[in-house]
């Protein structure tokens, strides 16, 4: 087994904060992150609906695990694609943090409160189409960037509100700037909402032994 597990990631806050989750629970193990750009971090254009379940944002990252430049990866969980390349597995997936949906509004203001034609920022087509069913009036506009960026695109008025993981705002000590939490019966949460997985080459042994404990916690 290496000194260091050599585990690569996406190149954002929020990356590194769920890098942190999985070492808490394994304290004992030392982890070394490689931060990894995917075309879904370079690519802050191309809208995301109709890429859910592809490798946008994960495809990088695996094929640097296929050539044993890193010994592990963790993604969230979403953002795994439907087929595992050849030789990769899932070998953990943890428990979720939240599984909710949350509104994120300038001037404190619900779902139900925006007023009519308000502008709302989501990249998910799941979301989309969810707040046009609850609400036609509203305006739904794609939004790119981390966290971060989708915050400061709504502190500056490019949005009027935007649509957000509770997960995600939890780890990065955002629970301040949560409106409100979306109820599931107008967004339905995900079933991987708020987990994290661990992606590794099948034919590491050490890697199953060490990561497998994840799912027994």
Do not use: W
Not at 61 to 70: F, H, R
Not at 142 to 158: S, V
């Amino acid at each position: 087994m290496p000194k260091a597990i050599r585990i690569g990631t996406r190149p954002s806050r929020l990356a590194f904060k769920q890098v942190e989750e999985v070492r808490d629970l394994l304290k004992k193990i030392r982890f070394e992150v490689v931060a990894i750009e995917t075309a879904g971090d370079k690519d802050k254009v191309t809208s995301l609906a109709g890429l859910e379940k592809t490798d946008f944002f994960t495809r990088d990252i695996e094929k640097a695990l296929q050539d044993g430049q890193i010994d592990a990866a963790i993604h969230s969980a979403k953002d795994v694609e439907t087929v595992t390349p050849p030789g990769l597995i899932i070998v953990a997936t943890t428990r979720s943090v939240s599984p909710h949906e949350c509104l994120v509004s300038r001037n404190s203001l619900k779902l139900k409160e925006l007023p009519k034609g308000a502008v709302v920022g989501t990249s998910s087509r799941k979301r989309q189409e969810a707040i046009m069913r609850f609400r036609k009036d509203l305006i739904i506009k794609n939004i790119r960037g981390d966290i971060d960026e989708r915050l400061k695109q709504l502190d500056k008025g490019i949005f009027d509100a935007i649509i957000v993981a509770h997960a995600a705002l939890i780890r990065l000590g955002y629970e301040d700037r949560i409106t409100e939490l979306i109820s599931p019966d107008i967004i339905e949460p995900h079933p991987l909402q708020g987990r994290l997985s661990v992606q590794i080459r099948s034919d590491r042994h050490d890697m199953i032994n060490i990561f497998g404990r994840i799912n027994e916690k």
